[in-house]
């Protein structure tokens, strides 16, 4: 199993919820537990169907070539991440405690996020079961941790540097799936 792969899809697929959740709590914005399982759920069900998208596509390439395939979308997508400035969630943080709207909405984004994700890791192989399984856990806890450190000084300066850390860690994950 690609356990180390599995992780880091997780890691960087989910880093966006750290710097949402930094983001609501910045705003002194609560996203309870019921709300953070929701988004952590649309997430998971988001990294699911597109993996199966990828499954499908697999039938048609050789093993070899649909690994190079996925690896290279992972790592365009990381680069394409790490140039990329970090969207404006403002519109967002509105109430003190997040709207069930506003829970749909941020689980809809995120699932969105996951979909180019979720189709190149299944094309490298990565299981699926596992993979979602660890989408879920990492958005959940980001999302729960980011509301505490949202509360501390330094939260400001991890809020900044979220986006280019989430595209290095998918370029890693798509050149270390061509190596092997």
């Not at 609501?24 to 990294?47: C, E, H, Q, R, V």
């Not at 990492?138 to 000084?153: D, E, N, R």
Request: glycine content about 8%.
């Amino acid at each position: 199993m690609h356990i180390l792969s599995v992780i880091l899809f997780a890691l960087s697929a989910n880093i966006d919820c750290l710097v949402i959740g930094l983001s609501y709590s910045l705003k002194k914005t609560i996203i309870d537990i019921n709300s953070n399982l929701l988004i952590a759920f649309m997430s998971t069900i988001g990294t699911y169907f597109s993996m199966m998208l990828g499954s499908l596509l697999t039938r048609f390439l050789s093993i070899n070539t649909a690994n190079h395939i996925g690896s290279l979308i992972l790592i365009v997508i990381g680069i394409s991440m790490i140039l990329q400035k970090q969207q404006d969630i403002k519109q967002f943080q509105s109430h003190k405690k997040i709207t069930l709207k506003e829970t749909f909405l941020l689980g809809f984004a995120l699932s969105l996020n996951n979909i180019g994700l979720g189709i190149g890791a299944s094309i490298t192989g990565l299981p699926c079961f596992y993979t979602c399984l660890a989408t879920l856990c990492a958005s959940f806890v980001f999302i729960l941790i980011s509301q505490w450190l949202g509360k501390t000084y330094f939260s400001k300066y991890i809020s900044s540097y979220a986006s280019p850390v989430s595209g290095l860690l998918i370029f890693l994950l798509g050149f270390y799936e061509l190596c092997i």
